[in-house]
């Protein structure tokens, strides 16, 4: 039962008693401790302030000239950055990571890269807002399989394109040019695919006057006992993910290393782009870049089409709708017709574009089930079931190699391969040796690379004197030189990059051969941007062993396990490997602490429990003072500045906390409002974690005291207020005009006269400035919290637990970050424009993912408390009702929507962006606030030995000189 509390009668003419919530939440602990400040000796305080001055003047030569030394330049930026004097170098920091992101992203011009400098780089660079790609430190397609991979990978498949040309997933599929179904062959050509569509994908379909078919082959998993899988499956038929252990067999190895090397260009894009394929626990197999939608219906698959035409979106994005829709709709009688319908409307759109029309006439599609395949499919088709076959004249070919060479004899247009005998048999010896060409030169890579990859390109040289009517292998253009020119370009790039090595040097053929195959217009577009693929070279053959996982040899740098774990999060959404690095770097970093030393283990230790990214700057400073200075290698300089800045800054901060402690003695709330929590001592701390640099000293106060006013009408609506007492509280908020106050309560007229009084000082001021719009904007954010906080009250005072969607609905407003958001504003200076505050009001994704983080930890660790007390029910309740799970599966999920939320504000903070970063920050900072107050539990509420060790850290104690 919540705890009640009666508020009995004052006379006979009183109103009857009324039961009331009682959360009895602990006293202040901090009682007068900040009420008087002794400021310092004008004299010493004058000196401290010109040696700060002469430091920063010190250390900004210093870290000009560092930029000679790229390792030097990143590790003195972040000193900088962790000691909490980056404020004061903010235009040098900027150009100095300018300059990196230009040459060390741009150019790869790279001449010292190791996992430290790789991982700081990106952390860096991600913090200041540069869109980096993950390819800084990812694989990418380079990934080797391992037993875990494979399974993983086994239905990845191409997307839909359309053009004259394509690379896509297999590498054995050829570019055809301008080919032809024969017309007698019109109605006996069909494509037998899969069309449950259990991950990602499609059929390629390309132009051109008649008819041109083009397919990709697509890898099933199958165990050894003939049983095909799709990758999920459902709750009775599990598929490939939910049963694959290194035990099982999966016959699909060669259709994965079929694919592994390539990567998909979505050759409808005007640009040609490159998209990543990727990985996660939570989203399985997907594209990067690329929209998705969850359907349910054909209808809803049909209408998703009808609207990525009307944004002139491409065919790969429509046929990523379809995304994993087919896993659970077994065999419905539908499914042929949906996809029919969403093929054929797609063909007519490419049709379109090429100003083709009639495409589908020519096709015949055949979907296919492959969890209850028909006979005929599993008697002709190859028992790895690969998709897509082509059934020509009664036989059926799946093996992408005698698909091509079919394709090639049955279809119109000029041929790929020699009706020579010789030249026949000399492509096959080729053919069977591009496997070891490939292989060789990859594991060279891992070795003595060019001594050992040197024979290979010597073979192909002495390969293409074979025949000398031409400068290609079988003397004119051939599937051959498709199967190797690939790699060879990659080859070449890589080569040159890394080992200043020329592959053609002394190998003329080589030269020439690639020079004509350079000439050809439809192999120019799949060729791989040169920057991308060393990036993605470094990524995987630096960090990562032969099967894919990272080297085990990286945990005996634990540094830089440590500055890669920290990098780990600034990932966004599509980064699989960093997914995958995160889980890498803690598990080791976890198992390190009994092997390192002291200072690096308490580094480590904090680290696992408190990302630098995720932590408090004020705190996280000054925690960092003390092990910069352990450091041998610090910079004195640096060390002082530090030291001297904070504690200049920290009296400020004390200045300002008396100040406010004041104002808030007077208000006499302790007494007054015995039901709210006293905590404003807190709300400062709260605040200066938002901005703590001396310029926001307006902005704090003003900040601080709006969210102690909310602190208290928050415990109004969810502690003592009646519903009958909280509607015209909420209808007076949202008239604010101070003659309302007649109607409430007296205990509620304490509180609205004092909320009354902060919003009317903040407009005086802001007046002073010419900025009194601005305070409207505040009014209007407090307005439509108390009503999100009116709703919530409803709900419990008529016992209703709301579904997930309602309750977020709600709940994101009940956060109260959209509302600090906006007066966060107030008081920062010209950088705030009035766009500034219509972009808060348009419902921004940053702010959106800063309120659910702020939502869901709280609900998380404070929801039981609540719960006892009396209380709207929680995310926790609302999800454990709405779907019949365990609390731990729900904290599972939510804390699985806080981790999306933070990669939402860190895709939000990368440039360029819609507002001015230091706004962006106050919103960062917020988030930051909640990961630390609530990491452990309701810090706020139930204020304990770790909270009140913050406190004082950063309001009380001075750094030793």
Same mark, same amino acid.
């Given at each position: 039962?919540?705890n009640q509390?009666?508020?009995l009668?004052?006379s006979?003419?009183a109103k009857?008693?009324v039961?009331?919530?009682t959360?009895?939440?602990?006293?202040?602990?901090?009682?007068?401790?900040?009420?008087?400040?002794?400021?310092?000796?004008?004299?010493i305080l004058?000196?401290?302030?010109r040696?700060?001055?002469?430091?920063?003047e010190?250390?900004?030569?210093e870290?000009l000239?560092?930029?000679?030394?790229?390792?030097?330049?990143?590790?003195?930026?972040?000193?900088?950055q962790?000691?909490?004097v980056a404020?004061h170098?903010?235009?040098?920091?900027?150009?100095?990571?300018?300059?990196?992101?230009a040459?060390?992203?741009?150019?790869n011009d790279i001449?010292?890269?190791?996992l430290?400098?790789?991982?700081?780089r990106?952390?860096?660079l991600?913090q200041?807002?540069?869109?980096v790609?993950?390819e800084?430190i990812e694989?990418?397609?380079?990934l080797?399989p391992?037993?875990?991979?494979?399974a993983?990978?086994?239905?990845?498949?191409s997307?839909?394109?359309?053009?004259?040309?394509?690379m896509?997933?297999s590498?054995r599929?050829?570019?055809?040019?301008g080919?032809?179904?024969?017309?007698?062959?019109?109605n006996?050509?069909s494509?037998?695919g899969?069309?449950?569509?259990a991950?990602r994908?499609?059929?390629v379909?390309?132009?051109?006057q008649?008819t041109?078919v083009?397919g990709?082959?697509f890898?099933?998993?199958q165990?050894?006992?003939?049983?095909?899988?799709?990758m999920?499956?459902? +709750?009775t038929?599990?598929?490939?993910?939910p049963?694959?252990?290194?035990d099982?067999?999966?016959?699909?190895?060669m259709?994965?290393?079929e694919?592994y090397?390539?990567?998909?260009?979505?050759l409808l894009?005007?640009?040609h782009?490159?998209?990543?394929?990727?990985?996660?626990?939570?989203?399985?197999?997907?594209?990067?870049?690329?929209?998705?939608?969850?359907?349910?219906?054909p209808?809803?698959?049909?209408?998703?089409m009808?609207?990525g035409?009307?944004?002139?979106l491409?065919?790969p994005a429509?046929?990523c709708?379809?995304?994993?829709f087919?896993?659970?709709?077994?065999?419905?009688?539908?499914? $042929?017709?949906l996809?029919?319908q969403?093929l054929f409307?797609?063909?007519?759109h490419?049709?379109?574009i090429?100003e083709?029309?009639?495409?589908?006439?020519?096709i015949?599609?055949?979907?296919?089930?492959?969890?209850?395949?028909?006979?005929?499919?599993k008697?002709?088709?190859y028992?790895e079931?690969?998709?897509?076959?082509l059934e020509?004249n009664?036989?059926?070919?799946?093996?992408?190699l005698?698909?091509?060479?079919?394709?090639?004899?049955?279809?119109?247009g000029p041929?790929?391969?020699?009706?020579?005998h010789?030249?026949?048999?000399?492509a096959?010896?080729?053919?069977a040796?591009?496997d070891?060409?490939?292989?060789?030169?990859?594991?060279?890579?891992k070795?003595?690379t060019?001594?050992?990859?040197g024979?290979?390109?010597?073979h192909?040289?002495?390969?293409l004197?074979?025949?000398?009517d031409?400068p290609?292998?079988?003397?004119?253009?051939s599937?051959?030189?498709i199967?190797?020119?690939?790699f060879?370009?990659?080859?070449q790039?890589?080569?040159?990059?890394?080992?200043?090595y020329?592959?053609?040097?002394g190998?003329?053929k080589l030269a020439k051969?690639i020079?004509?195959v350079?000439k050809?217009?439809?192999?120019?577009?799949?060729?791989t941007?040169?920057?991308?693929l060393v990036?993605?070279?470094?990524?995987?053959?630096?960090?990562?062993?032969?099967?894919?996982?990272?080297?085990?040899?990286?945990t005996?740098?634990?540094?830089?396990?440590?500055d890669f774990?920290?990098?780990?999060?600034?990932r966004v959404?599509a980064?699989?490997?960093i997914?995958?690095a995160l889980?890498?770097?803690?598990?080791?970093?976890?198992?390190?602490?009994s092997?390192?030393?002291?200072?690096?283990?308490?580094?480590?230790?904090?680290?696992?429990?408190?990302?630098?990214?995720?932590?408090?700057?004020r705190? $996280?400073?000054w925690?960092y003072?003390?092990?910069?200075?352990?450091d041998?290698?610090?910079n004195?300089a640096?060390?002082?500045?530090s030291?001297?800045?904070?504690?200049?800054v920290?009296?400020l901060?004390?200045e300002?906390?008396?100040?406010?402690t004041r104002?808030?003695?007077?208000?006499?709330?302790?007494?007054?409002?015995?039901f709210?929590?006293?905590?404003?001592?807190?709300?400062?701390?709260?605040?200066?974690a938002?901005?703590f640099?001396?310029q926001?000293?307006?902005?704090r106060?003003?900040?601080?005291k709006?969210?102690?006013?909310?602190?208290?009408?928050?415990?109004?609506?969810?502690?003592?207020?009646t519903l009958?007492?909280?509607e015209p509280?909420t209808?007076?908020?949202?008239?604010?005009?101070i003659?309302?106050?007649d109607?409430?309560?007296?205990?509620?007229?304490?509180c609205?006269?004092?909320?009354?009084?902060?919003f009317?000082a903040i407009?005086e001021?802001?007046a002073?400035?010419?900025?009194?719009?601005?305070?409207n904007?505040?009014?209007?954010?407090m307005k439509?919290l108390?009503?999100?906080?009116?709703?919530?009250a409803?709900?419990?005072?008529?016992?209703?637990?709301p579904?997930?969607?309602e309750y977020?609905?709600v709940?994101?407003?009940?956060s +109260?970050y959209?509302m600090?958001?906006?007066?966060?504003f107030?008081?920062? +200076?010209?950088i705030?424009?009035?766009e500034?505050?219509?972009?808060?009001?348009?419902?921004?994704?940053?702010?959106?993912?800063?309120?659910?983080i702020?939502?869901l930890?709280?609900?998380i660790k404070?929801?039981?408390?609540?719960?006892?007390?009396?209380?709207a029910?929680?995310?926790v309740?609302?999800?454990?009702?709405q779907h019949?799970?365990?609390?731990?599966?729900?904290?599972d999920?939510?804390k699985?929507?806080?981790?999306?939320a933070?990669?939402d504000?860190?895709e939000?903070?990368?440039?360029?962006t819609?507002v001015?970063?230091?706004l962006?920050?106050?919103?960062?900072n917020?988030a930051?606030?909640?990961?630390v107050?609530y990491?452990?539990?309701d810090?706020?509420?139930?204020f304990?030995k770790?909270?009140?060790d913050n406190?004082a850290?950063?309001?009380?104690d001075a750094v030793?000189?």
């Open positions: 039962m919540p509390v009666s508020v009668p004052l006979q003419n009857p008693e039961v009331r919530r959360a009895n939440f602990h006293p202040s602990i901090w009682g007068d401790r900040f009420l008087n400040y002794n400021s310092e000796d004008k004299v004058s000196h401290k302030v040696e700060v001055e002469e430091l920063k010190e250390v900004r030569k870290l000239a560092s930029a000679a030394h790229h390792s030097q330049h990143l590790s003195l930026i972040d000193a900088l962790r000691l909490g404020y170098f903010e235009r040098e920091i900027e150009e100095a990571l300018k300059h990196i992101y040459t060390y992203i741009d150019h001449e010292d890269d190791n430290n400098n790789v991982s700081l990106f952390r860096l991600r200041q807002g540069f869109n790609s993950c800084e694989e990418a397609s380079y080797n391992s037993a875990s991979h494979i993983a990978f086994s239905s990845l498949r997307h839909i394109a359309a053009s004259s040309v394509s896509l997933s590498r599929l050829p570019l055809f040019r080919l032809k179904v024969k017309p007698e062959f019109h006996s050509v494509w037998l899969h069309f449950q569509l991950t994908g499609g059929l379909v390309c132009e051109a008649d041109f083009e990709t082959v890898a099933y998993g165990t050894n006992s003939g049983k095909t899988y799709t999920r499956g459902s +709750g038929e599990p598929g490939v993910i049963l694959s252990d290194v099982r067999e999966f016959l699909l190895r259709s994965y290393m694919i090397n390539e990567e998909i260009n979505d894009a005007p640009e782009r490159k998209l990543q394929i990727h990985e996660s626990l939570e989203r399985g197999i997907y594209v990067a870049g690329l929209r998705e939608e969850i359907v349910a219906s209808k809803q698959v049909l209408d998703l009808e609207f035409e009307c944004l002139e491409y065919l429509v046929w709708l379809l995304g994993d087919g896993v659970n709709l077994g065999s419905c009688s539908w499914l $042929e017709e996809v029919r969403a409307r797609g063909l007519d490419v049709a379109e090429f083709v029309q009639g495409l589908h006439d020519k015949k599609l055949v979907p296919i089930n492959l969890q209850n395949s028909p006979a005929w499919y008697e002709k088709v028992p079931n690969k998709v897509p076959a020509h009664g036989k059926i070919i799946g093996e992408s005698d698909l091509i060479k079919y394709v090639d004899s049955n279809f119109e041929s790929l391969l020699s009706h020579d010789a030249k026949k048999e000399f096959e010896e080729l053919f040796y591009s070891t060409f490939t292989k060789t030169v990859y594991t060279s890579f070795g003595d060019l001594k050992e990859a024979p290979a390109f010597d192909l040289e002495k390969a004197h074979k025949f000398d031409g290609f292998f079988l003397g004119q253009f599937l051959v030189d199967a190797f020119i690939p060879v370009e990659r080859f790039i890589v080569f040159s990059a890394q080992w200043n020329d592959i053609t040097a190998r003329p051969w020079e004509e350079n050809i217009d439809a192999y120019k577009v799949t060729k941007d040169p920057k991308e990036e993605l070279y470094k990524a995987c053959f630096l960090f990562k062993d032969e099967i894919g996982q990272f080297k085990e040899s990286l005996t740098n634990v540094q830089g396990m440590l774990y920290e990098a780990t999060h600034l959404h980064e699989g490997i997914d995958e889980v890498f770097t803690t598990t080791h970093l976890k198992s390190t602490a092997a390192i030393s002291n200072l690096l283990a308490a580094q480590v230790t904090h680290a696992l429990k408190q990302p630098i990214h995720k932590g408090i700057p705190l $996280e400073a925690r003072i003390s092990i910069y200075e352990q041998a290698s610090h004195k640096l060390l002082k500045l030291k001297l800045d904070f504690n200049l920290q009296s901060h004390k300002e906390l008396s100040d406010i104002w808030w003695k007077e208000l006499d709330f302790a007494r007054k409002l015995p709210a929590r006293d905590r404003v001592v807190e709300c400062y701390f709260w605040i200066v938002v901005y640099e001396p926001y000293s307006l902005a106060k003003i900040l601080t709006v969210i102690a006013m909310t602190s208290i009408i928050d415990d109004i609506y969810d502690v003592y207020g009958e007492e909280l509280f209808e007076a908020i949202e008239r604010w005009d003659s309302s106050i109607q409430l309560p007296e205990y509620m007229q304490i609205y006269r004092a909320l009354f009084d902060v009317e407009e001021e802001l002073r400035q010419e900025r009194s719009y601005r305070i904007y505040a009014k209007d954010a439509l108390v009503r999100a906080y009116f709703d919530e409803k709900w419990f005072h008529q016992d209703y637990v579904t997930m969607e977020m609905h709940a994101l407003k009940t +109260g959209p600090l958001t906006a007066v966060s107030l008081g920062m +200076g010209d705030v424009t009035k500034a505050f219509d972009w808060i009001f348009s419902n921004p994704k940053i702010i959106t993912a800063s309120s659910v702020g939502r930890m709280d609900d404070s929801h039981k408390f609540e719960q006892e007390r009396g209380h029910a929680s995310a309740e609302c999800y454990m009702k019949g799970v365990s609390e731990q599966v729900v904290h999920e939510l699985r929507q806080v981790d999306d933070w990669k504000i860190n939000e903070c990368m440039r360029p819609v001015p970063m230091p962006l920050m106050r919103v960062l917020l930051r606030v909640i990961d107050i990491k452990e539990g810090g706020y509420t139930h304990g770790e909270m009140k406190d850290s950063v309001l009380i030793p000189i």
